[in-house]
């Protein structure tokens, strides 16, 4: 199998592709504007705003996905050490034809899964003890689809970008505020009060808008993703199954390890809540349950299983 071949045998997904072009594109020109009007208001510091923003988004770009891997818990796995989880692994490769990633697994009874990457070679793949003590063989190669699906059609690496705007607008306030407060307190220039007034409300803006951009993609990309790994393996039935599983466990792991898990909800293959209140159900990054049940239903009644 060639380490350069970037296609697979996914069903490609035009409306997940012009959804992550828009996104990208609006998210784009907010980042553009927040950064002119922050140096519209801090004349003097535009070199400064530049470095740090450009260095916050190759940090971003080049490190986030192993940041949140180490976060997670994950450590890479041999074939020796892990060979059900490399063999499901191997089957999904071969069915899509696409480079094996690197597999990991995260030592944690919330049962789940994750893909990071930036490409197909430099994708890894990573489940949990929980999940893999749950999942029947077919249930967990359904579940490794979906996410390697996130790698094949390069969410991974639209969602990493698109969430970058979110730490820019935090740590761009947080400069400017130090600025504009510095300047307000040694002269008597308007205009750095003003910036300290309304730099705060504007990069509040661009998180909420950045944010709400994130998660309307985020919920279309898993529902894409159970489509794409449902017709993969043609076993949509073993991957509502998983589904099912991982979502009814959800209630039996202990609330301290939903916590950790929780920040980590975009990367996982079901949402972790530590609360059925939780404000994350509101503004999910996944999609609810019964509808990503119902296209699993859908697509087997179009396969004839």
């Known amino acids: 199998m060639s380490a350069s071949r970037t296609h697979s045998r996914y069903v490609p997904d035009r409306g997940l592709t012009t959804r992550m072009v828009t996104t990208m594109f609006l998210i784009g020109l907010l980042y553009v504007v927040f950064v002119g009007v922050l140096m519209a208001f801090l004349r003097g510091s535009w070199p400064l705003i530049l470095l740090i923003a450009g260095a916050l988004f190759i940090a971003q770009f080049w490190f986030s996905d192993r940041i949140a891997a180490y976060s997670m818990g994950a450590r890479e796995v041999t074939p020796e050490q892990a060979p059900e989880l490399h063999g499901a692994v191997d089957r999904i490769c071969a069915l899509a034809d ?140 073993s991957l509502a199954s998983a589904l099912t599983k991982v979502t009814g466990q959800m209630g039996q792991i202990p609330t301290r390890d939903l916590r950790k898990a929780e920040p980590y909800n975009a990367f996982w293959f079901a949402p972790a809540f530590s609360s059925k209140e939780s404000l994350g159900r509101l503004l999910s990054s996944h999609p609810p349950l019964e509808r990503r049940l119902d296209q699993l239903a859908r697509i087997s009644s179009q396969l004839g299983r």
């Open 98 to 237: 696409m480079p094996k990633p690197r597999v990991a697994i995260a030592d944690t009874d919330v049962p789940n899964a994750f893909a990071t990457g930036r490409s197909q070679n430099t994708a890894l793949v990573c489940a949990t003890t929980g999940l893999l003590r749950r999942l029947e063989p077919d249930e967990l190669e359904g579940v490794l689809a979906h996410e390697l699906s996130h790698v094949a059609h390069r969410d991974v690496v639209v969602m990493t970008i698109a969430a970058f705007l979110g730490v820019l607008a935090g740590a761009m306030a947080r400069v400017a505020l130090w600025g504009g407060f510095g300047r307000a307190g040694h002269s008597r220039d308007g205009g750095a009060a003003v910036a300290v007034l309304l730099i705060p409300v504007i990069s509040a803006v661009v998180y909420i808008i950045g944010f709400l951009l994130t998660r309307l993609l985020a919920r279309y990309r898993e529902l894409s993703a159970d489509r794409a790994a449902a017709l993969l393996t043609g076993r949509p039935s």
